[in-house]
């Protein structure tokens, strides 16, 4: 399991894999809301084998490699990988269940939590290293908001509309 971990986790480091993931999110959400557990599934299942599809980089970002190895060293360890596995299986239930009741303002605030609540993590356990996600995590943001905030205006002009 050690051997397949190191493997994962140094094409993991490579940049792409964290930026994919927003993109994934959003995907995952759209499926929560058109009630398809097979989209939702196909999804989760993309986006957790994401992290090995690109190459190990060939120049590593300390920041990056040092929040990596903070990650590695949780999931090495039983407890500490139930409790990991746990705390995010819980957030992507809540994105999924808000999505899926049609509430995309809880849904938005559940992600935002989410996408904050991992640069404030990873700050608190690996120090300045935790500003290492912060690229990807304002992607993110950016990405998942701004499609919110699009998709809210047009709900808004509909009514109008109609």
């Known amino acids: ?3 397949f971990l190191d493997w994962a986790f140094a094409r993991h480091l490579n940049p792409l894999s964290w930026y994919i993931r927003p993109i994934f999110l959003i995907v995952i ?7 398809s557990w097979k989209g939702v599934i196909i999804t989760f299942v993309l986006m957790m084998s994401s992290m090995v599809w690109f190459s190990a980089p060939e120049t590593i970002n300390p920041q990056m490699q040092a929040v990596l190895e903070y990650e590695q060293m949780l999931l090495s360890n039983p407890v500490s990988a139930i409790f990991t596995i746990a705390l995010m299986m819980i957030f992507i239930v809540l994105i999924l269940m808000a999505f899926w009741k049609h509430s995309l303002k809880f849904g ?8 904050v609540g991992k640069v404030i993590l ?4 690996t120090g300045e290293n935790g500003w290492a996600p912060l690229g ?3 992607f993110g943001l950016i990405l998942v908001n701004g ?3 699009f998709i809210m205006y047009r709900k808004r002009k509909n009514k109008l509309v109609n």
């Open 147 to 149: 499609i919110g905030w």
């Open 122 to 125: 990873s700050l608190l356990f």
């Open 29 to 35: 959400c759209y499926f929560a809301y058109k009630r």
């Open 108 to 115: 938005l605030i559940i992600l935002n939590i989410t996408l």
């Open 1 to 3: 399991m050690e051997i």
């Open 136 to 138: 990807n995590t304002i």
